[in-house]
């Protein structure tokens, strides 16, 4: 008899079944994260791709860890990778289990010469970026910055911000996010 395969669940899954877990609406979550409901409906419905400071708001407000949104669920894999990839953007959980922290720090790649696929976006916080390999733009508000191997940026991240890579080869960093 053939095996039936599993489908991996997405982090919009995910959200809409622990929030109903805690017997909330979209309203009453759109309160507690401060996102605009239709904004959660497409995050649950899979139609965006939410970025990591949106995750870690959702997360918040479910009082879960915010890998549990990052988590890719393979099942049939051997090891369990905290990765969530977009077109061209992933990163991977460096503290997990930190649901009650206020600071998380990611892992993050980006494809080359790609952008997030996003509009600019803003959570409440701040956070901090190490390149590690390659060349970025990030653009915080009004303010472009460049960083390149070994240079850093810390910033306000409730000022709208957004994430492009530059070079030629995937480049990653480190990313530090505070949520109060």
């Not at 017997?23 to 009453?28: A, F, G, R, V, Y």
């Not at 507690?32 to 497409?42: I, M």
């Not at 998380?104 to 901090?128: I, N, Q, R, T």
């Amino acid at each position: 008899m053939a095996k039936k395969t599993e489908k991996a669940q997405s982090a919009g899954d995910r959200i809409r079944e622990m929030r109903k877990r805690l017997n909330l609406d979209i309203k009453q979550l759109s309160e507690k994260t401060c996102l605009d409901a239709e904004y959660l409906e497409e995050i649950e419905a899979g139609a965006v791709s939410p970025p990591v400071g949106v995750l870690i708001q959702i997360s918040r407000a479910l009082a879960v860890d915010s890998a549990a949104l990052l988590a890719e669920e393979k099942r049939l894999e051997r090891r369990q990778s905290y990765r969530k990839r977009t077109k061209a953007y992933s990163y991977k959980s460096l503290t997990p289990d930190a649901e009650d922290k206020h600071l998380w720090a990611y892992l993050v790649s980006l494809d080359p010469g790609k952008a997030h696929e996003m509009v600019e976006y803003k959570h409440v916080g701040e956070e901090f970026v190490y390149v590690l390999e390659g060349k970025v733009e990030i653009q915080v508000g009004d303010n472009v910055h460049q960083l390149k191997k070994g240079s850093t940026l810390h910033f306000n991240s409730s000022i709208s911000h957004n994430l492009r890579n530059l070079s030629t080869k995937k480049s990653q960093l480190i990313v530090v996010v505070y949520t109060p």
